[in-house]
């Protein structure tokens, strides 16, 4: 069986002999060349968190946004190849206003989920399109269920929700992170998440090897009335200063642990 395109490469619709879609693969394989993007479910709401690699020095950090607002309840975290992310992002803003125009009210965010799902599983179909190189996270609170949920969505075009879900350059070693918060057994709070949040984009982050970046982080929680909304500055900048202090002190108890061994 073939395990490399070999001519089935050329084409979204077209199978290879053991069952395996490539361009399907080149896609995903997009999206982990680029900055890690992290969400996390928690007792009070839900956090979004993605990294902005500054590509130049020159560039203005804040322009090109990776976390957008769809709707007053659900919020969109992207990562990967950032036009494919936009028109993604594009798709779920119209969905969002299609859904208040037919039936006068929120989108719930497992529908809004689902629809994204379906646009993107379309551009796997046909011959004459390409896959989404472009992960995206839905946040979103649900008004009828009083329930908020974090669902994430990959170029396949499958949608799962998620406690906590990692995409991204960092992905495997961020959800090995995430794992041992146990938040499908103990849920934190939403300050806590903009936390461990900082903290593990730090942990991913090589100053030697990897660009300079920018966090970009939002909630959507009771604080904020289940509006999806940016999370301030000094609270990020809290957040960060934390994160750095927690990684200098598990440096310094590995330096111990590695001279107590010497001894």
């Given at each position: 069986?073939?395990?490399?395109?070999?001519?089935?490469?050329?084409?979204?619709?077209?199978?290879?002999?053991?069952?395996?879609?490539?361009?399907?693969?080149?896609?995903?394989?997009?999206?982990?060349?680029?900055?890690?993007?992290?969400?996390?479910?928690?007792?009070?709401?839900?956090?979004?968190?993605?990294?902005?690699?500054?590509?130049?020095?020159?560039?203005?950090?804040?322009?090109?946004?990776?976390?957008?607002?769809?709707?007053?309840?659900?919020?969109v975290?992207?990562?990967?190849?950032?036009p494919?992310?936009?028109?993604?992002?594009?798709?779920?803003?119209?969905?969002?206003?299609?859904?208040?125009?037919?039936?006068?009210?929120?989108?719930?965010?497992?529908?809004?989920?689902?629809?994204?799902?379906?646009?993107?599983?379309?551009?796997t179909?046909?011959?004459?399109?390409?896959?989404?190189?472009?992960?995206v996270?839905?946040?979103?609170?649900?008004e009828?269920?009083?329930?908020?949920?974090?669902?994430?969505?990959?170029?396949?075009?499958?949608?799962?929700?998620?406690?906590?879900?990692?995409?991204?350059?960092?992905?495997?070693?961020?959800?090995?992170?995430?794992?041992?918060?146990?938040?499908?057994?103990?849920?934190?709070?939403?300050?806590?998440?903009?936390?461990?949040?900082c903290?593990?984009?730090?942990v991913?982050?090589?100053?030697?090897?990897?660009?300079?970046?920018?966090?970009?982080?939002?909630?959507?929680?009771?604080?904020?009335?289940?509006?999806?909304?940016?999370?301030?500055?000094?609270?990020?900048?809290?957040?960060?200063?934390?994160?750095?202090?927690?990684?200098e002190?598990?440096?310094?108890?590995?330096?111990?642990g590695?001279?107590?061994?010497?001894?």
């Open positions: 069986m073939a395990s490399s395109g070999s001519g089935y490469d050329l084409s979204s619709s077209t199978f290879s002999p053991d069952g395996r879609i490539f361009q399907v693969e080149y896609a995903t394989k997009a999206v982990e060349h680029a900055g890690t993007a992290i969400g996390i479910l928690c007792s009070d709401g839900v956090v979004l968190g993605v990294q902005k690699p500054l590509l130049h020095k020159l560039l203005v950090s804040s322009f090109s946004q990776r976390i957008y607002t769809v709707a007053s309840n659900c919020g975290a992207m990562t990967g190849f950032v494919d992310g936009r028109q993604v992002v594009t798709r779920g803003m119209e969905e969002a206003a299609t859904f208040v125009e037919n039936y006068g009210s929120s989108i719930p965010p497992s529908i809004l989920a689902d629809r994204i799902a379906t646009y993107v599983h379309y551009f179909l046909h011959g004459a399109l390409r896959p989404f190189g472009a992960s996270m839905i946040a979103g609170y649900d009828e269920t009083k329930k908020p949920s974090l669902s994430m969505v990959d170029p396949n075009g499958v949608a799962y929700s998620y406690y906590g879900c990692a995409a991204g350059k960092g992905r495997q070693p961020a959800k090995t992170e995430l794992e041992k918060l146990e938040l499908h057994k103990t849920p934190i709070t939403c300050d806590e998440a903009v936390k461990q949040i903290r593990i984009i730090h991913l982050w090589d100053e030697s090897k990897d660009k300079p970046f920018e966090l970009e982080v939002s909630w959507l929680s009771e604080k904020t009335g289940w509006k999806h909304k940016g999370v301030p500055k000094e609270v990020l900048a809290q957040a960060t200063a934390w994160a750095k202090e927690q990684l002190e598990e440096d310094d108890d590995e330096e111990e590695e001279e107590g061994m010497e001894e």
